[in-house]
């Protein structure tokens, strides 16, 4: 697969392909989806997977220093969760998250 995924794009394959089919709750898989949709996809934009940094994900944290440490924390483990992905999947060979 190609580095230069956009990342919204990788973000959906990475849900397809590993928390649609799995052994979680319905609810839980929505709350993913929402964290992508509404949190990721958004600040990201159109930037490819190789193009993000470790600054860039640090900065997206810092977006959620007022809200709910739950919050920030979903939203980081779930940015960790698809770099991790997208290095075991040989996308990337470093995770900047």
Known sequence: ????????????????EVIAGSNISEGTKRNYRIIINDHLIPFFKETTLNLISAKQC???????????WSQGNKVRMTLKRIFEYATEQKVLTDNPA
């Open 58 to 68: 640090q900065e997206l944290l810092d977006t959620y220093i007022e809200s709910s």
């Open 1 to 16: 697969m190609d580095c230069a995924i956009r990342f919204g794009d990788y973000a959906v394959k990475w849900y397809d």
